[in-house]
């Protein structure tokens, strides 16, 4: 936009917002959508009684001590991007990644029956493809209900809207 008039201004700041909308659309990939709504609702944290789902890629130390990185990165992505449509078609949200981890949380009406048919899902999935598109990766999933903290952990400068407490720790045992 050239020129000094108030049409000139008014194209730079719409040029300023676009930008601001795309950095917004991509951050958006890298936090949860309870993350982003807590920032909306201003949370500061609850309790609440959520069904978690964990997966963990099994074998997977292994696996990436003898292949590539490329390899690795694209069987971990690939595996992973299956698991979280899997999740969020069934009304589940990806709280995080931990390495080949997924952590999810289901809230509401029938979390549980959405938690189990996602891991029924994702069970599916990986067995009809697992030598084909999943390089013989197989998760374990562990399905739990329990009251949960839920608030935004973490510092001033870096924090995560997540769950806590022992219905989580023993959802990861699971």
């Known amino acids: 936009v050239r020129g000094n008039d108030e049409l000139a201004d008014l194209g730079r700041t719409v ?4 930008r601001g909308l795309f ?6 990939k890298f936090v949860s959508a309870s993350t982003v709504q807590s920032i909306r609702d201003g ?3 609850k309790r609440a009684s959520i069904t978690m789902l964990f997966s963990d890629v099994r074998g997977f130390t292994s696996y990436s001590e003898s292949r590539e990185p490329e390899t690795i990165v694209g069987s ?3 595996i992973l991007s299956a698991q979280t449509e899997i999740i969020q078609e069934n009304g589940g949200d990806v709280d995080k990644y931990v390495g080949d ?3 999810s ?3 509401g009406d029938d979390q549980h029956l959405r938690a189990c048919r ?3 899902a994702i069970q599916a999935e990986l067995a009809a493809n697992r030598d084909t598109r999943y390089d013989g990766l197989s998760v374990g999933i562990g399905i739990n209900t329990g009251e949960v903290v839920l608030g935004m952990i973490g510092s001033e400068k870096r ?3 997540t769950v806590i407490g022992d219905a989580v720790n023993y959802t990861a045992r699971l």
Do not use: K, Q, Y
């Open 15 to 18: 040029n300023t917002m676009v």
């Open 23 to 28: 950095e917004r659309f991509e951050l958006s």
């Open 43 to 45: 949370a500061r944290g």
């Open 76 to 78: 971990l992505n690939r």
């Open 101 to 103: 981890e997924i952590v």
């Open 105 to 107: 949380i289901f809230t």
């Open 118 to 120: 996602s891991a029924l």
């Open 159 to 161: 924090a995560d809207f």
